[in-house]
T-cell receptor
Framework: DAGVIQSPRHEVTEMGQEVTLRCKPISGHNSLFWYRQTMMRGLELLIYFNNNVPIDDSGMPEDRFSAKMPNASFSTLKIQPSEPRDSAVYFC?????????????FGPGTRLTVL | RKEVEQDPGPFNVPEGATVAFNCTYSNSASQSFFWYRQDCRKEPKLLMSVYSSGNEDGRFTAQLNRASQYISLLIRDSKLSDSATYLCVVNTWGANNDMRFGAGTRLTVKP
């Protein structure tokens, strides 16, 4: 079975450019999460969708960040304009709540470098 | 104070050693608890859930102490392949919308 798929795996861009990260959750999972991981701050939840609807975006750092989930099999995280401090690994995770388990399955991550 | 705190380590132990990690959480309403493992430059993966009665999975034993608000992970007979960062994860509402990750404890098992 395919796990969570993220693209691109690596992204190097210059400050001010728009960056779009993509995620395909595990088929049948109805919750999707975007995380950011840095050495300084660890793993931080940015936003969480349930049934394609954004439920909690309190972790989104600022207006430069936006996320969408147009359907159950696709989500994007956009940064516009990007800044060097956005450099991090961005993970997408999905889960199927209920049934006594709320395990999140992570994608391989997108390593973003903003120069 | 962070919601989930872990000793960052690193823990450097020889093969065959027993090593224990502790994690404390601040929200007494927390309901679900997990240990995730993250290898270098890889994504976090669920190692095991932590149940109130404690649970064991092979060489790994997880314990939960709600009164003191801490979780532990014990690894017996450590292997080289156990080298990784171990993340303590706490879910406050028993749903996915409030999973809090600790910063992780780094373990290196040496020959």
């Amino acid at each position: 079975d395919a796990g969570v798929i993220q693209s691109p795996r690596h992204e190097v861009t210059e400050m001010g450019q728009e960056v779009t990260l993509r995620c395909k959750p595990i088929s049948g999972h109805n919750s999707l999460f975007w995380y950011r991981q840095t050495m300084m701050r660890g793993l931080e939840l940015l936003i969480y969708f349930n049934n394609n609807v954004p439920i909690d975006d309190s972790g989104m750092p600022e207006d430069r960040f936006s996320a969408k989930m147009p359907n159950a099999s696709f989500s994007t995280l956009k940064i516009q304009p990007s800044e060097p401090r956005d450099s991090a690994v961005y993970f997408c995770a999905s889960s199927l709540p209920g049934g006594g388990t709320d395990t999140q399955y992570f994608g391989p991550g997108t390593r973003l470098t903003v120069l | 104070r962070k919601e989930v705190e872990q000793d960052p380590g690193p823990f450097n132990v020889p093969e065959g050693a027993t090593v224990a990690f502790n994690c404390t959480y601040s929200n007494s309403a927390s309901q679900s608890f997990f240990w995730y493992r993250q290898d270098c430059r890889k994504e976090p993966k669920l190692l095991m859930s932590v149940y109130s009665s404690g649970n064991e999975d092979g060489r790994f034993t997880a314990q939960l102490n709600r009164a003191s608000q801490y979780i532990s992970l014990l690894i017996r007979d450590s292997k080289l392949s156990d080298s990784a960062t171990y993340l303590c994860v706490v879910n406050t509402w028993g749903a996915n919308n409030d999973m809090r990750f600790g910063a992780g404890t780094r373990l290196t098992v040496k020959p």
